[in-house]
């Protein structure tokens, strides 16, 4: 029974992490339906390891942009250069606000009225997508203003249920940068964020490496891995078809449901 709660929260960490509906929301949701948030358990090293997971994700999706991005600063490519920086700048508002408000934020986690409020919060910001204008700019990366909005927003997305991919990815259209180029900065500004959230967490390996649960463990980081780059995949697609902002009734209908559960509980 533990082995498959372990692979079913790799499938929703994979599924989550990409598609624009939070996954620190619904992983959060479903550690307190499973108990994985007591003493002595699971629950932060399992955290790492999905993490870790839909880290590689991205690496692999983006593999070729991410070579020719450092073929690029190797041989002193101004644009190449421009654009890391670009990403560096766009991390600094999460890292600031870690650093400043971690416990806060962490908090917020156990609280599942405040998770299914943001769920909506999220699907109302996915929402404001149907209004935009359908031919939105194209070829016209971030630049570095728009870089520090954008990274505000992934900020505030630490909080559990607001989506990290659809803020970012949201705000980044709405600046007036291009959908695609939104689309791969969304993704590509996380690397830095999710690797530093990673290293963080390894001091949870010592402590928990007695559970007896390293097989299942190593399953559900490959699992999370395999699931999160089909996710990316399917999430290309959507864009590009112009239907990002349905996830939006999907995150107002989770988090209407969620608060009425605990409303009548």
């Not at 339906?33 to 699971?42: H, K, R, V």
């Not at 031919?135 to 971030?142: D, E, H, Q, V």
């Not at 690397?191 to 390996?205: D, S």
Request: overall charge positive; some cysteine; hydrophobic content about 55%.
């Amino acid at each position: 029974m533990e082995f498959l709660k372990l692979q079913f929260l790799a499938i929703i960490q994979g599924l989550t992490e990409f598609l624009p509906v939070s996954s620190s929301g619904h992983l959060a949701l479903f550690k307190i339906l499973f108990g994985l948030e007591e003493p002595g358990n699971a629950g932060p090293l399992l955290e790492v390891l999905l993490h870790a997971g839909t880290l590689i994700s991205v690496l692999f999706f983006y593999r070729r942009r991410i070579w020719e991005l450092l073929k690029g600063l190797i041989q002193r490519d101004r644009t190449a250069w421009r654009y890391a920086l670009t990403i560096l700048l766009s991390c600094i508002p999460a890292g600031l606000l870690y650093v400043f408000a971690g416990d806060k934020l962490e908090e917020a986690f156990s609280n599942p009225m405040v998770i299914c409020a943001l769920l909506m919060l999220t699907g109302l910001i996915l929402l404001s997508l149907r209004w935009q204008p359908k031919r939105l700019p194209t070829g016209k990366a971030p630049n570095f203003l728009q870089a520090f909005i954008i990274g505000v927003a992934q900020a505030f997305a630490m909080l559990p249920g607001v989506s990290r991919s659809g803020s970012t990815y949201t705000t980044g259209t709405w600046l007036g940068v291009g959908s695609s180029e939104a689309f791969d900065f969304s993704f590509l500004m996380s690397l830095p964020v999710i690797g530093g959230a990673v290293l963080l967490k390894l001091r949870h390996f010592k402590e928990l490496s007695s559970d007896g649960q390293g097989f299942g463990m190593f399953v559900a980081l490959i699992l999370s891995a395999v699931v999160g780059y089909f996710a990316l995949k399917l999430l290309a697609r959507m864009r590009i078809a112009g239907k990002f902002w349905w996830f939006g009734i999907y995150c107002l209908a989770v988090g209407a449901l969620g608060l009425a559960i605990q409303l009548l509980k």
